[in-house]
T-cell receptor
Framework: DTAVSQTPKYLVTQMGNDKSIKCEQN?????MYWYKQDSKKFLKIMFS???????INETVPNRFSPKSPDKAHLNLHINSLELGDSAVYFC???????????FGPGTRLLVL | GQQLNQSPQSMFIQEGEDVSMNCTSS?????WLWYKQDPGEGPVLLIA?????ELTSNGRLTAQFGITRKDSFLNISASIPSDVGIYFC??????????????FGKGTHLIIQP
């Protein structure tokens, strides 16, 4: 039983395209997050959502937009993809704002 | 923004050896977490520390929350091949990992030679 799942696992696309990454958690958590891991393995928070409300946006370009259709899902939509967007994107969730975060398996995005 | 300095960057050890890695911060965190990432997978939580001075064990792993709240260490005793991976420290200003997200160290790559 997968607690935090992401699709697709791999995504290869051309510059300028628009793409979405999906995340689902079956833990009943209230808060979900998106992190970006670069080629040097550095992990950085992008967004978090609590009860469908965006809480933080850490200097992420507005080409990135998180969308949460319900508490169990937080999707990441990226417009006009650029080469520098190539990275591994991780979704995470926590029971609440004061609880430990659990990570999904990641989506490996390659922009050509 | 806040930064975490994690060291060493990589470790090459023999199976059975003990391992020690640490993280320091220029600012205070109220929560310290240690994660492990295997190739092709997401980070998996190993140990969470919520109180300054706290020493917590999880099997062969032991971690401590520094008394100044600006540092933490992780020890692995009697390493085994499956310990191979990248270990990340993470700090959280909130009490448990909430809205402000986690600040990660740059990771320690652990490589074990049989």
């Amino acid at each position: 039983d997968t607690a935090v799942s992401q699709t697709p696992k791999y995504l290869v696309t051309q510059m300028g395209n628009d793409k979405s990454i999906k995340c689902e958690q079956n833990l009943g958590h209230d808060t979900m997050y998106w992190y970006k891991q670069d080629s040097k393995k550095f992990l950085k928070i992008m967004f978090s959502y609590n009860n469908k409300e965006l809480i933080i946006n850490e200097t992420v370009p507005n080409r990135f937009s998180p969308k949460s259709p319900d508490k169990a899902h937080l999707n990441l939509h990226i417009n006009s993809l650029e080469l520098g967007d190539s990275a591994v994107y991780f979704c995470a969730s926590s029971l609440g704002l004061e609880e430990t975060q659990y990570f999904g398996p990641g989506t490996r995005l390659l922009v050509l | 923004g806040q930064q975490l300095n994690q060291s060493p960057q990589s470790m090459f050890i023999q199976e059975g050896e003990d391992v020690s890695m640490n993280c320091t911060s220029s600012s205070i965190f109220n929560t310290w977490l240690w994660y492990k990432q295997d190739p092709g997978e997401g980070p998996v939580l190993l140990i969470a520390l919520y109180k300054a001075g706290e020493l917590t064990s999880n099997g062969r792993l032991t971690a401590q929350f520094g008394i100044t709240r600006k540092d933490s260490f992780l020890n692995i005793s009697a390493s085994i091949p499956s310990d191979v991976g990248i270990y990340f420290c993470a700090g959280q200003v909130g009490a448990g990992g909430g809205a402000d997200g986690l600040t990660f160290g740059k990771g320690t790559h652990l490589i074990i030679q049989p």
